[in-house]
């Protein structure tokens, strides 16, 4: 037998061991036994509305909703762009619950964000509000002994994780393989919704999850990221989609995963909730004080929101991880294909993960031919921002048709991007150590800062391998991950959707759509903002320079893209431009394009590295392979 058979072999007869060591129900129940045994019953609060806090931000949920009819709903939208009104926005709404808390995620982190945002959920827990957390278990938590912890902090406090590797809490190296070889398209299908939804009246969602560097705590690599706040009927919405989860079979309770029930059975003892240890404990208590202090609230979150009447909150149900091609159970991605293929005259798309799916290319390039097409915006990560480099090779191996065959004005974020970097200065000031030190000059862990982060693959994203390529320049680094579409200035969708063939088959997404112009160009004006020279390079056509060489490497060019394997002509259709000193901001297609903007290269600040070469490998094999990435 050949090493690769016998290695194939090993790993399914893992995942059949594996699989096959399913709990009893005797297990499952000593260990429920136990937990409503050792856990505290005593309530914090003995008042009706189990001691809420003041929150101007639930006040006007609760004003929408009451204002709100079936055939006039009302509401509040709140776009949270920046990541601290987005932290303190969550903090202030959970510590104002007077009876339900439903959180949903993909990641949830031990690090300061995830720390802090569980330890809040459990004091609201312990006054008596009923709290359900629901976290795909592939990067959350992860460690048993605090997930035995949260089983046992409240009887008001419930968990579980959806669709477990191998019915654990944690999956190992082996059972990362073990899922691969044996069961990939279910282990490759994820919850990726996010939504907090307070009292059945305010929610909110968009493509944060629990984790420092979607708050821009992350002293080295953090996103551009995006949520909406949402009161009134919509929320109500988020609660009964989180329930048609929450009741779903591949939503496992802790004590019937088989780690977290052994930990349980063999540590009868009744664990502590300790107080979290907080890496920057100042910053922590920032973001503490101001989620109680309500002009804070006022300025920063509600002094820009809209009151409005239509706003939908849609979400693929669980029933598309397991038939995909049912219709019903994509609601929330066919309902963002027919927005995007309604428009008219502009479409301003903001996506991670610029890899279209068949559907969203038929309908770009449907758009593309109408008279006259609609101006079609892109803002995406390049290869220096990005910590999907895969998903990056794909993207790059098409430019020339996103800008040819579907006219995309596309603009890849910088890694160093100068509104990124101001829009988080105030947390950068507060990075001060209780030495009196920034801590910007220790050393950091690297092996633990790039595990666990989202991706949109599982082959070669595990650990170490899901690390940004290296750069030429030097300083803190930012990467694109909001999701977002604003269609002819008229209505405007945040979610979690990234438009691209693994958001379309097999994650479970969600989102909110506000069908309102004040607030579609508050979201056109954040992503437009993302594009603009400091920020971004623009991709446009290589100028000629020897026409008739131009010429036929183009030619050899589009032969080698049209293969779907051995892509390895180095001379590409497009290529980054860089805005000139003095000149004035202007589209590609403009006359005067090319005497106003230079080329600095395919790949700009990325310094020749593995990551590099695995780019051009990936680019020349596998294409093939993007509907899973």
């Not at 949270?80 to 303190?88: F, I, N, R």
């Not at 397991?322 to 996506?351: C, D, I, N, S, Y």
């Not at 750069?471 to 979610?495: P, Q, T």
Request: proline share 6%.
């Amino acid at each position: 037998m050949s090493l690769r058979r016998l290695a194939l072999f090993a790993l399914l007869a893992a995942a059949a061991l594996l699989d096959g060591c399913t709990l009893s129900r005797a297990q499952i129940r000593r260990a429920d036994a136990m937990v409503a045994a050792t856990t505290p019953a005593a309530s914090s609060c003995d008042r009706a509305d189990h001691c809420a806090q003041p929150s101007p931000l639930l006040d006007a949920a609760r004003q929408a909703l009451a204002a709100s009819t079936p055939t006039h709903p009302q509401h509040r939208v709140a776009l949270l762009d920046e990541s601290e009104p987005a932290l303190v926005a969550r903090l202030s709404l959970i510590r104002a619950a007077r009876r339900t808390i439903d959180v949903q995620t993909y990641i949830w982190d031990q690090d300061d964000v995830g720390q802090l945002v569980l330890d809040e959920l459990v004091k609201a827990a312990r006054r008596g509000v009923q709290v359900r957390i629901l976290a795909d278990q592939l990067f959350s938590f992860g460690n048993v002994a605090v997930l035995d912890r949260l089983a046992r902090a409240s009887p008001n406090l419930k968990v579980r994780l959806y669709n477990p590797t191998f019915h654990e809490a944690s999956t190992s190296p082996l059972e990362w393989a073990a899922g691969i070889a044996c069961c990939f398209f279910r282990f490759n299908q994820r919850m990726h919704n996010k939504v907090l939804v307070v009292d059945g009246t305010a929610g909110i969602t968009g493509g944060r999850n629990y984790q420092d560097r979607y708050f821009d705590w992350d002293d080295d690599f953090d996103y551009v990221d995006r949520d909406v706040l949402v009161g009134g009927p919509a929320a109500q919405s988020m609660g009964r989609s989180f329930a048609l989860f929450w009741r779903h079979r591949r939503s496992v309770p802790l004590t019937h995963l088989r780690d977290v029930n052994h930990y349980i059975l063999n540590h009868p003892d009744a664990p502590d909730w300790p107080a979290p240890t907080y890496e920057h404990p100042q910053r922590v208590f920032r973001v503490e004080q101001e989620a109680s202090d309500a002009a804070w609230l006022q300025a920063h979150v509600l002094a820009d929101s809209v009151q409005t009447g239509e706003v939908e909150f849609f979400s693929d149900l669980p029933a598309k991880t397991e038939q995909p091609l049912k219709r019903q159970a994509r609601q929330f991605t066919a309902h963002v294909m027919q927005m995007v293929g309604a428009a008219r005259h502009e479409v301003v798309l903001q996506t991670p993960y610029l890899v279209m799916s068949r559907r969203a290319r038929r309908i770009f390039e449907r758009l593309h031919k109408e008279s006259p097409p609609p101006h079609i915006v892109v803002s995406t990560n390049s290869l220096a921002s990005t910590d999907a480099f895969a998903v990056y090779a794909v993207s790059y191996k098409h430019r020339k048709r996103y800008l040819k065959r579907y006219g995309f004005e596309i603009y890849e974020l910088k890694p160093h991007a100068t509104d990124a970097a101001a829009a988080n200065a105030r947390a950068s000031l507060e990075w001060i150590g209780d030495d009196g030190h920034a801590n910007g000059d220790r050393a950091h862990d690297v092996s633990h800062r790039y595990v666990g982060t989202e991706t949109h693959g599982l082959l070669g994203s595990h650990g170490s391998s899901q690390r940004p390529a290296p750069l030429v320049s030097e300083g803190r680094r930012f990467a694109l991950h909001a999701k977002s579409i604003v269609v002819d200035d008229r209505f405007a969708m945040v979610g979690s959707h990234n438009f691209d063939p693994r958001s379309d088959h097999y994650n479970t997404e969600a989102g909110v759509i506000v069908y309102d112009p004040r607030f579609a160009e508050q979201l056109r004006q954040a992503i437009l903002r993302d594009t603009q020279p400091q920020n971004a390079w623009v991709i446009a056509p290589r100028r000629p320079v020897v026409p008739f060489l131009t010429k036929l490497n183009q030619a050899i060019g589009d032969l080698s893209e049209s293969l779907p394997l051995f892509d390895f002509w180095p001379y590409r259709f497009a290529t980054s431009y860089q805005l000139k000193a003095g000149c004035t901001p202007m589209r590609p297609s403009d006359p005067g394009f090319f005497s106003c903007y230079e080329p600095v290269g395919d790949f700009p600040d990325v310094a020749l590295s593995p990551k590099l070469i695995y780019t051009r490998l990936i680019t020349a094999f596998g294409s093939s392979a993007s509907g899973i990435l």
